[in-house]
């Protein structure tokens, strides 16, 4: 079974650092596309956070430029460096995908989500 697994996620104070990492599991034989980051804040809608394609373009948010950056470890990995995080920040962030299986079409998948928290 297909799975993107994350990791990484917890609490912060303002000003501080986290780094959120996620892997794709249980099939070498997909082809990953673009990968991302999104976030659902408390009472708030699912929003893009940061993209990196298979060629290493990267994309964020107008709300994170200069303090996240998305990372491709490998074909089917990616990192977020989350610094200078502020209690806005807060939201559960999930892992995106999009994979080519070998023998099918593009499908797109999701990671179960990560909590992260920044208080004092």
């Known amino acids: 079974q297909v799975q993107l697994v994350e990791s990484g996620g917890g609490s912060a104070q303002p000003g501080g650092s986290l780094r959120l990492s996620c892997t794709a599991s249980?099939?070498?034989?997909?082809?990953?596309?673009?990968m991302a980051w999104h976030r659902q804040g408390p009472g708030k809608q699912r929003e893009l956070v940061a993209s990196v394609t298979k060629e290493g373009n990267r994309n964020y948010a107008d709300s994170v430029k200069g303090r996240f950056t998305i990372s491709r470890d490998s074909t089917k990995s990616i990192t977020l460096q989350m610094n200078n995080l502020s209690p806005d920040d807060t939201a559960v962030y999930y892992c995106?995908?999009?994979?080519?299986?070998?023998?099918?079409?593009?499908?797109?998948?999701w990671g179960q989500g990560t909590q992260v928290t920044v208080s004092s």
């Open positions: 995106n995908a999009d994979g080519l299986p070998v023998y099918g079409t593009w499908r797109n998948y």
């Open positions: 249980g099939s070498s034989t997909i082809t990953w596309g673009t």
